[in-house]
C-alpha cells in the first residue's frame, strides 16, 4: 500500500512500522534531556570520561570500527555481527550498567557466559566508555553503530533492524521489570520490537532514504530515553535519597 508523505508524517509509518505517538514521545525527549544530561555529566566520574573521550574515535568512520571488532569477534570464533554487539552493549548500559555489572551480561550474550579474550574484552570496555560518554553528552552525541551511507538501503535497514533487537535483549537482561518502566519508555520498548520486524523490501530512493533516516533517529533517541529513566533518574534519586538521610 502506498503512503503519503501526510500519512507517513502524521503516523510516521515507515517501513511498515507505525510509530505512532511514541516518535513524538522521542523527540520531545530532546526537550527535557538536555538538563538532566547536563546534571549527569557534571558528576566527577562520568566528567571525567567524557573528557577523556571527546576525542575517541569520534573522526573514526563506522566502516573501520566494524571492521575493528568483526575482526577480534573472528579471532574469538564468536558469531555476531559488529552490530549486534554494540546494540546488546547500548541496551546493557542504557538499562542501567552505565558503570559497573555490565561485562558479566555481555559475556552471557556474546560468549555464553564465559570469558572474553583478552584483546577483545579490552575492545569492549573501550566501546563501553565510549558509549557512556555519548549517551550523557548533553549535545547528543550518541550514535548507532552501523554500516555507512555507501551501503545499500536494504543492507542499513536489516544492520538497524538487528542492532535494534539486540538493544531489546540487552535492556531485558539488565531490566527484567520492563513493564513497570514509565509509559513513555514502555511505548519506545514496544515500538522497537516493531522496528525488530520492519520490512527489508525497499526502493533505493530518496524517500525511502528519507524514511530510514527518520527510523534511524528514533531508535536513537529511544535508546537516549531509556539511559535517562534507567541512569540518569535512578542515580538522582539515590543521590535524593542519600542527601535525605543526611539531613536526617
Same mark, same amino acid.
Given at each position: &500500500? +502506498? ?41 566527577? !566520574? ?11 574515535? &569520534? ?11 568483526? %575482526?577480534?569477534?573472528?579471532?574469538? #570464533?564468536?558469531?555476531? /555481527? ?16 552505565? %558503570?559497573?555489572?555490565?561485562? +558479566?551480561? &555481555?559475556? #552471557?550474550?556474546?560468549? $555464553? ?11 569492549? +570496555?573501550? &566501546? /563501553? +566508555? $565510549? ?16 554500516? #555507512? ?32 518502566? !514509565? ?10 520490537? %516493531? ?10 530512493? $530518496? ?9 534511524? %533517529? ?10 535517562? #529513566?534507567?541512569?540518569? /533518574? ?8 542519600? $542527601?535525605?538521610?543526611?539531613? /536526617?
Amino acid at each position: &500500500m +502506498q503512503v503519503t508523505k501526510a500519512e507517513r508524517n502524521a503516523d510516521c509509518f515507515l517501513f511498515g512500522v507505525s510509530l505512532n505517538s511514541s516518535a513524538d514521545k522521542a523527540r520531545k525527549a530532546r526537550q527535557f534531556l538536555p538538563f538532566t544530561l547536563v546534571s549527569f555529566a557534571n558528576s566527577d !566520574s562520568i566528567a571525567k570520561v567524557i573528557y577523556s573521550l571527546r576525542l575517541w574515535d &569520534m573522526a573514526t568512520p563506522p566502516s573501520l570500527q566494524i571492521d575493528k571488532l568483526r %575482526e577480534q569477534l573472528d579471532s574469538a #570464533e564468536i558469531g555476531q /555481527h559488529p552490530v549486534e554487539v554494540h546494540g546488546a552493549l547500548v541496551g546493557i548500559i542504557s538499562g542501567g550498567g552505565a %558503570e559497573t555489572d555490565w561485562l +558479566q551480561p &555481555m559475556c #552471557e550474550l556474546m560468549n $555464553d557466559g564465559k570469558a572474553l579474550p583478552t584483546s577483545l574484552s579490552s575492545l569492549i +570496555q573501550e &566501546m /563501553h +566508555q $565510549d558509549v557512556v560518554a555519548r549517551l550523557a553528552d548533553p549535545e547528543f552525541g550518541f550514535t548507532l553503530l552501523l554500516p #555507512e551511507e555507501e551501503e545499500s538501503l536494504s543492507s542499513r535497514l536489516e544492520a538497524l533492524s538487528l542492532w535494534t533487537q539486540s538493544f531489546l535483549t540487552g535492556i531485558a537482561v539488565v531490566q527484567p521489570k520492563l513493564n513497570q518502566a !514509565s509509559e513513555d519508555v514502555r511505548d519506545v520498548i514496544r515500538d522497537l520490537a %516493531e522496528i525488530t520486524q520492519v520490512d527489508l523490501n525497499v526502493t533505493e530512493d $530518496d524517500e525511502c532514504e528519507s524514511a530510514f533516516q527518520e527510523l534511524l %533517529e528514533f531508535v536513537r533517541m529511544a535508546a537516549i530515553l531509556c539511559f535517562a #529513566e534507567f541512569v540518569l /533518574h535512578a542515580q538522582a534519586s539515590a543521590t535524593g535519597a542519600q $542527601d535525605q538521610g543526611i539531613l /536526617h
